[in-house]
T-cell receptor
Framework: AQTVTQSQPEMSVQEAETVTLSCTYDTSESDYYLFWYKQPPSRQMILVIR??????QNATENRFSVNFQKAAKSFSLKISDSQLGDAAMYFCAYRRSGNQFYFGTGTSLTVIP | ETGVTQSPTHLIKTRGQQVTLRCSSQ?????VSWYQQALGQGPQFIFQYYREEENGRGNFPPRFSGLQFPNYSSELNVNALELDDSALYLC??????????????FGPGTRLTVL
């Protein structure tokens, strides 16, 4: 079974600073995809960044980047130059070569002005 | 381009009743997935529809059922509602095909309360 663990229920960061959200997952598969989604208080889930497991290079999207450690089954999200609009719930998600997404329990990020 | 829409926004039902939730996928998307998100939890996969056929199911009982229509919109039906069914129900659509790297676009959700 695939499981996704986010061990930080809550995190806070000072505006303009950097924060890292942790995610680990458990799988026996070698081909899969990992995602970070953001869910603001308005509830609509938005994709932040994705990573293909077969790619060695860590994905980057503007201020968002990941540290993907396949052997350790770790997939952390780094947010640089944090902005007030980054405050939200962040979910790590795993998708295998089939069609099911598995989500973690989320990390609530607060950005302090 | 219209995003994923869901109706209704909120719904209150009593135990034992039946409910139907609706989802309109984003234009051009033929795959729809449904998720249940309990308070303080991450979304749990219910099932997915691809070209009107169920294409994968999570660990949910048969009283959770669905449909997808020729225009790729979808319904989630829940029979014999239980208190634990209270949750946010999210619909997500994705681009043509089942490429695992395809992004899922989520709707705003339907908040179901079972009393």
């Amino acid at each position: 079974a695939q499981t996704v663990t986010q061990s930080q229920p809550e995190m806070s960061v000072q505006e303009a600073e950097t924060v890292t959200l942790s995610c680990t997952y458990d799988t026996s598969e070698s081909d899969y995809y990992l995602f970070w989604y953001k869910q603001p208080p308005s509830r609509q889930m938005i994709l932040v960044i994705r990573q293909e497991a077969y790619k060695q290079q860590n994905a980057t999207e503007n201020r968002f980047s990941v540290n993907f450690q396949k052997a350790a089954k770790s997939f952390s999200l780094k947010i640089s130059d944090s902005q007030l609009g980054d405050a939200a719930m962040y979910f790590c998600a795993y998708r295998r070569s089939g069609n099911q997404f598995y989500f973690g329990t989320g990390t609530s990020l607060t950005v302090i002005p | 381009e219209t995003g994923v829409t869901q109706s209704p926004t909120h719904l209150i039902k009593t135990r034992g009743q039946q409910v139907t939730l609706r989802c309109s996928s984003q234009s051009g998307h033929n795959t729809v997935s449904w998720y249940q998100q309990a308070l303080g939890q991450g979304p749990q996969f219910i099932f997915q529809y691809y070209r009107e056929e169920e294409n994968g199911r999570g660990n949910f009982p048969p009283r959770f059922s669905g449909l997808q229509f020729p225009n790729y919109s979808s319904e989630l039906n829940v029979n014999a509602l239980e208190l634990d069914d209270s949750a946010l129900y999210l619909c997500a659509s994705s681009q043509p095909g089942l490429a695992p790297q395809s992004e899922q676009f989520f709707g705003p959700g339907t908040r179901l309360t079972v009393l």
